[in-house]
């Protein structure tokens, strides 16, 4: 006898079937319904919805029923949060700072933790940490760039900012090198768009 599959690869099956599973979660489960049972009972909510198809009117399902369907799921379908993440309900999100990893940037000496990036904007709000003596290299910005300072010294276009300084460079602005006079920690607010310039008399 076939062990029956489960709740879950049910509703996703259904939820396939019918057209309503988008992105990662479609590539997951049609690995999962490659072969064996699973692609035998995917199979089978093809064919299902397909007979529908042929004796009923065209009509689109409700944006209700995905969600129902991806209710039944573990965690309500919805894919993992990232450390630190916690949804607080429509549009509001806390991110707890010491439960999120820094990243490396590439830069030596400087990581950042991304708190939060806007896709359409192609923006970002970061932590930002840097050694000791390390550089963020000169670069213009397409969008506004906004910095404050939490802990620590850094020196940017000739001033020195101590805590609780803030900075604020309008679009199509230049800084020159940003040092790190001590190790220093900033919030600050970019553009992903923003570009790296050499000093004139290093691009000739």
């Known amino acids: 006898m076939n062990t029956p599959l489960p709740d879950e690869f049910e509703s996703l099956a259904a939820l396939h079937a ?3 599973l988008e992105g990662p979660q479609a590539h997951e489960f049609e690995a999962q319904a490659a072969d064996g049972e699973a692609k ?33 799921l573990p965690g309500g379908g919805k894919p993992a949060a990232p450390p630190g993440e916690i949804d607080l309900g429509p549009g509001i999100l806390l991110v707890r700072g010491q439960q999120k990893p820094w990243e490396e940037t590439g830069i030596p000496g400087i990581r950042r933790k991304t708190l ?19 550089v963020y290299p000169r670069h213009w910005h ?17 001033h020195l900012l101590d805590v609780g300084d803030y900075c604020r460079a309008e679009p199509g602005s230049v800084h020159e090198d940003v040092v790190a006079a001590s190790d220093c920690v900033f919030i600050a607010l970019a553009s992903a768009n923003n570009e790296f310039r050499r000093p004139a008399a290093d691009a000739r």
């Not at 199979?43 to 039944?72: M, W």
């Not at 939060?116 to 390390?134: E, Q």
């Not at 910095?147 to 000739?158: E, T």
């Open 18 to 20: 019918l057209g309503l």
């Open 40 to 72: 035998t009972q995917a199979l089978r909510y093809r064919q299902t919805a397909a007979d529908l198809l042929e004796v009923a009117s065209p009509r689109q399902p409700p944006p209700s029923l995905r969600e129902r369907l991806l209710a039944r």
């Open 116 to 134: 939060h990036f806007d896709a359409g904007r192609n923006y970002a709000s970061n932590l930002v940490s840097m050694a000791a003596g390390s």
């Open 142 to 158: 397409s969008d506004i760039e906004e910095l404050y300072l939490l802990s620590g010294q850094v020196r940017l276009n000739g």
